[in-house]
């Protein structure tokens, strides 16, 4: 990774009114492989090679907050195979960006169900958080065994426990203590939320985060996509009119 700027393709972006949080659901690894004839193991490891070109390009152009959708909790029912692949390449990849992250002054995070990863997984994935928790150039989230819905339960369950001892009044649970307990708390919400492979669907992702959310779906397949197409939606995002239900 590098972090120079004023790259041509970057000309024409408003660097003053950049999405402070993206979020990306990375879908069409399979459908990538398949139509190349390869299995769909090899599609995440294209997919993988697609995240480190979003992750510096997110970087370099001054992204705040970037949290990548990199498995859910629904993925846990794909065949046991294809689990186990997964979980091998994401260990794999937090070994070998781990350098990377904190040369560039990258701060990972994890967001998700993080105790039903594998043990070997936790590890790795701890040591690259431990690595770059004093970054402040850029936070970047990756969602594992994420689903919304558990994230919203677990917020729930924290609330009630805090209500019955006597730390929270019931009438003071209002939109902002539901939101300080997320997995997101003190993350502003996405600006920008971006789907590759053409699915018109939120997969369980962000349910209350992205209230307000401008929504871009892109047909390209997630390892097709990139820098170039990243930026481009970046600037179709500027030229939006957001309204947040006024006029
Ligand atoms: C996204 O690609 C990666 C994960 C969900 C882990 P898919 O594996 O869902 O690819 P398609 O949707 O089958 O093409
Ligand atoms: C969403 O993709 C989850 C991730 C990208 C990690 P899926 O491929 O799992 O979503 P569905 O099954 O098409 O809704
Ligand atoms: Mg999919």
Same mark, same amino acid.
């Given at each position: 990774m590098n972090s120079k @700027?004023?790259?041509? *393709? @970057?000309?024409?972006? *408003?660097i003053e009114n950049l999405p402070s949080h993206v979020a990306i659901i990375m879908d069409g690894n399979g459908r990538w492989a398949k139509k190349r004839f390869l299995n769909r193991i090899q599609g995440h490891e294209k997919g993988a090679q697609a995240v480190r070109k979003v992750v510096e390009a997110a970087r370099e152009i001054g992204i705040s907050v970037l949290t990548l959708y990199? %498995?859910? @909790? /629904?993925?846990?029912?794909?065949?046991k195979n294809e689990v186990i692949a997964l979980m091998r390449l994401l260990k794999k990849f937090l070994a070998s960006e781990k350098q990377n992250l904190f040369e560039n002054n990258i701060r990972l995070n994890a967001i998700g169900q993080? /105790?039903?990863?594998p043990g070997d997984v936790r590890t790795a994935l701890q040591k690259a958080m431990d690595a770059t928790r004093h970054n402040s150039g850029m936070l970047f989230n990756l969602a594992l065994s994420y689903g919304a819905r558990s994230e919203i339960a677990l917020a729930v369950r924290k609330i009630a426990e805090k209500t019955v001892a006597g #730390?929270? *009044?019931? =009438? =003071?649970?209002t939109d902002k203590v539901v939101a300080e307990h997320?997995? @997101?708390?003190r993350m502003p919400d996405p600006d920008l939320l971006i789907r590759t492979s =053409? #699915?018109?669907?939120?997969?369980? %992702?962000?349910l209350w985060q992205i209230a307000y959310t401008e929504i871009f779906i892109t047909d390209s397949l997630w390892p097709d996509f990139g820098r170039a197409e990243f930026i481009k939606i970046i600037k179709e995002y500027q030229s939006r009119e957001r309204r947040f239900g006024k006029v």
């Open positions: @700027t004023n790259s041509a *393709d @970057t000309a024409g972006l *408003d990199a %498995f859910s @909790t /629904e993925n846990w029912q794909r065949p993080i /105790e039903r990863l #730390e929270i *009044d019931p =009438g =003071g649970i997320l997995y @997101t708390a =053409g #699915e018109m669907r939120i997969s369980n %992702f962000l």
